[in-house]
Antibody
Framework: QVQLQESGPGLVKPSQTLSLTCTVS??????????WSWIRQPAGKRPEWIGR???????DYNPSLKSRVAMSIDASKNQFYLNLTSVTAADTATYYC?????????????WGRGILVTVSS | SSELTQDPAVSVALGQTIRITCQGD??????ASWYQQRPGQAPTPVIY???NRPSGIPARFSGSSSGTTATLTITGAQAEDEADYYC????????????FGPGTTVTIL
C-alpha cells in the first residue's frame, strides 16, 4: 500500500521560501502510472491545487501561484518537492502531497497526512 | 469559469438519504470526484468517474452527473458519514487547472 509523507519546516518567515519534501513508499515514483501533486488547505477552507509533476519532470501549476512555485522530482530517492517563494501569511495552510490519476475525472487517489506550515515572523 | 459551487451544509437523520450537489462549467467536460474529510484528517476519495468507488468505500456512496451538476448520494447515512465533502474537477479551457468546491458540511442528527 502506498504511503506519502510530507516533511519540512513548520514555520517560515515572511518573504522567505517554503520548501517541502514528499517521500513516497510502497510505489515507485518512476513507474509512470501517476502524477504527483501538491495541495494546500488553509484552516476552515477548501483545498487548493498548487500543481503537479510527472516523472519526466513536466509540471503544471495553478496560475494564481505560478510565479512563485517550483516543483521537482528525484526518482532515485522516491521523492518530489515543492518550493514556494516570497511567502506571506496568506500561504499559511496544511500542505498535502498526493498521488493522482486522470481519466474522466481527476482522482487524488492517495494523500499524505499533511504538514501545517505557518508563515510568521 | 472553472469555479465549482456547493451548498454549505446539510443535515439529515440517521438512516436517511443525503444528496450533495456540485455545480460548475467544467463539469460539462469532466466528471467530478468527491472527497470526504473528517476533522484533523486528510481528504479521502469516495467517488470518481461519475460513479466509481475506490476500494473500501461502502456501497451507500454513489455519484451521478447531468450537464453542469454532479451529485453525491449517501443512501442510509451512518453516524460516521458526518464530515465535510468536497468535489473536485479539472478544467483545460485555459491551460491545465484543477479546482475544488467550497465543501458541504454533513451533520447526522
Amino acid at each position: 500500500q502506498v504511503q506519502l509523507q510530507e516533511s519540512g519546516p513548520g514555520l517560515v518567515k515572511p518573504s522567505q521560501t517554503l520548501s517541502l519534501t514528499c517521500t513516497v513508499s510502497g510505489d515507485s515514483i518512476s513507474s509512470g502510472s501517476y502524477y504527483w501533486s501538491w495541495i494546500r488547505q488553509p484552516a476552515g477552507k477548501r483545498p487548493e491545487w498548487i500543481g503537479r509533476i510527472y516523472i519526466s519532470g513536466t509540471t503544471d501549476y495553478n496560475p494564481s501561484l505560478k510565479s512563485r512555485v517550483a516543483m521537482s522530482i528525484d526518482a532515485s530517492k522516491n521523492q518530489f518537492y515543492l518550493n514556494l517563494t516570497s511567502v506571506t501569511a496568506a500561504d499559511t495552510a496544511t500542505y498535502y502531497c498526493a498521488r493522482v490519476t486522470y481519466s474522466s475525472s481527476v482522482l487524488y487517489r492517495d494523500w499524505g497526512r499533511g504538514i501545517l506550515v505557518t508563515v510568521s515572523s | 469559469s472553472s469555479e465549482l459551487t456547493q451548498d454549505p451544509a446539510v443535515s439529515v437523520a440517521l438512516g436517511q438519504t443525503i444528496r450533495i450537489t456540485c455545480q460548475g462549467d467544467s463539469l460539462r467536460n469532466y466528471y467530478a470526484s468527491w472527497y470526504q474529510q473528517r476533522p484533523g484528517q486528510a481528504p479521502t476519495p469516495v467517488i470518481y468517474n461519475r460513479n466509481n468507488r475506490p476500494s473500501g468505500i461502502p456501497a451507500r456512496f454513489s455519484g451521478s452527473s447531468s450537464g453542469t451538476t454532479a451529485t453525491l448520494t449517501i443512501t442510509g447515512a451512518q453516524a460516521e458519514d458526518e464530515a465535510d465533502y468536497y468535489c473536485a474537477s479539472r478544467d483545460n479551457t485555459g491551460g491545465h487547472l484543477e479546482v475544488f468546491g467550497p465543501g458541504t458540511t454533513v451533520t447526522i442528527l
